[in-house]
């Protein structure tokens, strides 16, 4: 008896050890197929359909950045003492859930835990998308921000046919059946623009729910080795945002692999990229 009992709890132990809240296996097990477009998350909160405008705001190359070392724009720690953090350190430090319990229920957890990389079982510490998203809402309220992050990798589905080029240009355009890192071509690679649209949702005065959106172009190189993590964020100290309730993340990507692929017979033409997100920070962020 006491051996099945701890039969039964070995797989438990296995998936928390990689952040993975308890309270939402039987959900989160829905996203950990081992086919590709099985595993979107597609949530979204109905209430946030009849939100009123509020800032719509595309952000210019020097309003965001998408690289861990250019953090000290945003945090005046990085500045003193550039070398304090390492992506790692960071994330246990300004994970969400070390802020309130708030952020240690639900499928959306994941995104709170401080679990930037997890081993092998990445389905098990990521959230993926297609390019209509999802939301998230709070508990509580938030106070004044001061900037928001996160960190994600994206790509196609790696079983399509491929396109791929090498450094030396385009003109070397040639196309590949699932190429791996050891086939010898690890210089090869395919480009795409994500034009990424984090909405937060604050409350005004009249207790009306506002969506406020910012919008960042950023350019990402797929590489044979496999996509490779973004840290990406952008300032909210100028914003005079506060009251805010929720989040939403939305996407649209150009994409040189799915623009090869379109007409290819038994390719489909959607469904075939995605946004893997890993963590969201909003630091410094009081909640009441």
Same mark, same amino acid.
């Given at each position: ?10 797989? /438990? ?48 190359? &020097? ?7 250019? /953090?000290?724009?945003? &945090? ?9 953090? &390492? ?21 959306? !957890? ?5 679990? @930037? ?7 098990? *510490? ?19 921000? !001061? ?9 196609? &589905? ?14 070397? +355009?040639? +196309? $590949? ?8 071509? *690890?210089?090869?690679? $395919?480009? !795409?623009? @994500? ?21 960042? !172009? ?8 496999? *996509?490779?993590?973004? #840290? #990406? ?13 929720? #989040?939403? @993340? ?39």
């Amino acid at each position: 008896m006491k051996l099945k009992k701890l039969l039964i709890f070995l797989p /438990l132990i296995a998936v928390s050890s990689c952040g993975y809240s308890l309270s939402y296996l039987v959900e989160g097990n829905k996203y950990n197929s081992p086919i590709y477009k099985e595993n979107y998350y597609k949530y979204w909160d109905p209430t946030y359909k009849n939100a009123k405008k509020g800032v719509e705001k595309r952000l210019g190359e &020097d309003e965001f950045i998408t690289s861990f070392n250019d /953090l000290y724009k945003y &945090d005046a720690r990085m500045i003193t003492k550039p070398d304090m953090y &390492d992506e790692i350190d960071y994330a246990k430090e300004y994970k969400m859930n070390n802020i309130d319990k708030q952020f240690n229920y639900g499928y959306q !957890s994941k995104l709170f835990d401080g679990q @930037i990389v997890c081993g092998g079982y990445f389905q098990l *510490s990521r959230i993926q998308i297609d390019e209509n998203g999802f939301s998230g809402s709070f508990e509580k309220e938030s106070s004044e921000l !001061s900037y928001f992050a996160l960190q994600f990798k994206s790509t196609t &589905d790696s079983k399509l046919p491929c396109l791929r080029m090498d450094e030396s240009g385009p003109e070397n +355009v040639r +196309v $590949h059946n699932n190429p791996t890192a050891g086939d010898g071509e *690890s210089s090869l690679y $395919h480009n !795409s623009v @994500i034009d990424l649209t984090i909405s937060l949702y604050t409350k005004n005065a009249a207790n009306e729910l506002v969506r406020n959106s910012y919008t960042a !172009s950023i350019q990402n190189k797929d590489t044979n080795n496999g *996509s490779h993590y973004i #840290f #990406f964020a952008f300032d909210l100290k100028n914003e005079n945002l506060s009251r805010m309730v929720g #989040f939403s @993340i939305t996407y649209t990507v150009d994409d040189e692999l799915i623009n090869h692929n379109k007409g290819v017979p038994g390719v489909p033409e959607s469904l075939d990229y995605a946004l893997f997100l890993y963590e969201m920070f909003l630091p410094y962020t009081s909640w009441n």
